[in-house]
C-alpha cells in the first residue's frame, strides 16, 4: 500500500513540475489574481447561505442559491488547480514528501487557515447567539440552512490553506535560461 502511495505522489509532482500552465500562474500578480477569484467565490457561497435564511423556505431561495453554488464551483474548481500549480502543490502534498522550505511554507498556510476559520467560526456563533432572540435558549434555524452551511464551511477549510499561500508566496527566482 506505501508503495502504492509513494508512486502516486510521486506522479502528482512529476505532474506539477512539468506541467507548462505552471510558468503562467507562478508569478505574484497572476497567482494574487487568483487568489481574489478563489475569495469571490469563498464570498458567493457564504452569500448564498444569508439568501437561504432570507427567502427559505421557498424555490426562489433553492434556485437562488444552487445558481450561486454553481457559480462558485465553476470558479473555484480550477482556481483551486492552477493555484496548486503555481504554489508546487505545497498545500496538496504530504509533508515528507517535500523540502524543508517546502514544509514551513505548508505550515503557514495551515496555521493561517486555522486563525482565519477559528474567526469565521467563532463569528457563527456570535452571530448564533444574536439570532437567538427574546432570551430564549432555542434557536430557529431553517432545515435548508444546514447542508448549505456544512458545504461552505467545508469549502473554506479546504481552500484557505491554498489561498494563503498563494497570496503570501514570494516570486520564484527567475530561470538561468532567461
Same mark, same amino acid.
Given at each position: 500500500?506505501?508503495?502504492?502511495? @509513494?508512486?502516486?505522489?510521486r506522479?502528482?509532482?512529476?505532474?506539477?513540475?512539468?506541467?507548462? %500552465?505552471r510558468?503562467?500562474? *507562478?508569478?505574484? =500578480?497572476? =497567482?494574487?489574481?487568483?487568489?481574489?477569484?478563489?475569495?469571490?467565490?469563498?464570498?458567493?457561497l457564504?452569500?448564498?447561505?444569508?439568501v437561504?435564511?432570507? &427567502?427559505?423556505?421557498s424555490?426562489?431561495?433553492?434556485n #437562488?442559491?444552487?445558481?450561486?453554488f454553481?457559480? %462558485?464551483?465553476?470558479?473555484?474548481?480550477?482556481?483551486?488547480?492552477?493555484?496548486?500549480? %503555481?504554489?508546487?502543490?505545497?498545500?496538496?502534498i504530504? /509533508?515528507?514528501?517535500l523540502?524543508?522550505?517546502?514544509?514551513?511554507?505548508?505550515?503557514r /498556510?495551515?496555521?493561517?487557515?486555522? *486563525? !482565519?476559520?477559528? #474567526?469565521?467560526?467563532?463569528?457563527?456563533?456570535?452571530? /448564533?447567539?444574536?439570532?437567538?432572540?427574546?432570551?430564549?435558549?432555542?434557536l430557529?434555524?431553517?432545515?435548508?440552512? &444546514?447542508?448549505? !452551511?456544512?458545504l461552505?464551511?467545508? /469549502?473554506t477549510h479546504?481552500?484557505?490553506p491554498?489561498?494563503?499561500?498563494?497570496?503570501?508566496?514570494?516570486?520564484?527566482?527567475?530561470?538561468? @535560461?532567461?
Amino acid at each position: 500500500m506505501r508503495r502504492w502511495i @509513494d508512486r502516486r505522489v510521486r506522479e502528482r509532482v512529476a505532474l506539477i513540475e512539468n506541467s507548462p %500552465a505552471r510558468r503562467v500562474w *507562478t508569478g505574484r =500578480r497572476n =497567482r494574487r489574481r487568483l487568489v481574489i477569484a478563489g475569495g469571490a467565490a469563498l464570498l458567493v457561497l457564504w452569500a448564498g447561505l444569508v439568501v437561504i435564511v432570507r &427567502l427559505a423556505p421557498s424555490d426562489l431561495a433553492r434556485n #437562488v442559491y444552487l445558481s450561486m453554488f454553481a457559480l %462558485a464551483v465553476a470558479v473555484l474548481v480550477p482556481v483551486y488547480g492552477w493555484l496548486t500549480l %503555481a504554489t508546487k502543490g505545497v498545500t496538496t502534498i504530504p /509533508a515528507e514528501y517535500l523540502d524543508e522550505r517546502q514544509r514551513g511554507e505548508q505550515q503557514r /498556510a495551515y496555521t493561517g487557515a486555522h *486563525t !482565519l476559520t477559528t #474567526v469565521v467560526l467563532a463569528v457563527l456563533v456570535v452571530l /448564533a447567539g444574536l439570532w437567538s432572540t427574546g432570551g430564549r435558549l432555542t434557536l430557529d434555524v431553517p432545515t435548508a440552512l &444546514l447542508l448549505p !452551511l456544512a458545504l461552505t464551511l467545508l /469549502a473554506t477549510h479546504y481552500t484557505l490553506p491554498l489561498l494563503l499561500e498563494g497570496w503570501r508566496l514570494p516570486d520564484p527566482p527567475p530561470d538561468e @535560461d532567461d
